[in-house]
């Protein structure tokens, strides 16, 4: 049974919206984000040194997101090659795919400069991306910044 069979049978007031429709024949939509959300806050980002000599640690706050993402990636590019750097995601609620590619790149960049890269604080839905994704398997999750500085 098709959307267009079954709409005529649904009163207007039920009607699903487009996005159900093409998901799902059974009329519910299950949004993909929280309506409480705010995907479209800003994104703050702080540098800092880290305990040991050569790590500095990037603490993110916000959503990343395709737009803040090209508020991000300078950041994390400026200054003095760090010879570890730490990611704070403890802030992040939110991450869509064009933040994590953001990390990915940034992942990327780390490898060739051979600096040693490590996320940490990040939150269970973030985590799912991660997962999702496969990146857990390459990038070093570790709980929090305090956990990353011990293990260097």
């Not at 993402?69 to 570890?84: A, I, T, Y």
């Not at 269970?124 to 496969?134: A, G, Q, S």
Request: hydrophobic letters at 40%; one cysteine or more.
């Amino acid at each position: 049974m098709t959307w267009e069979s079954t709409k005529s049978a649904q009163p207007a007031a039920q009607a699903a919206p487009r996005h159900s429709r093409i998901c799902n024949n059974n009329g519910v939509h299950i949004p993909y984000t929280d309506s409480n959300m705010a995907i479209d806050d800003p994104l703050a980002i702080e540098r800092r040194q880290g305990k040991a000599p050569g790590t500095l640690i990037f603490q993110l706050t916000g959503p990343v997101t395709l737009r803040n993402l090209f508020d991000l990636q300078p950041h994390l590019r400026s200054g003095d090659l760090p010879r570890v750097s730490i990611l704070d995601l403890s802030g992040v609620p939110y991450m869509d795919s064009a933040g994590m590619g953001a990390i990915v790149n940034y992942y990327v960049h780390c490898e060739q400069k051979r600096v040693k890269l490590i996320v940490a604080g990040v939150s269970p839905r973030v985590l799912e991306l991660f997962k999702m994704t496969r990146v857990d398997t390459i990038i070093s999750l570790v709980a929090t910044v305090e956990e990353a500085e011990a293990g260097l």
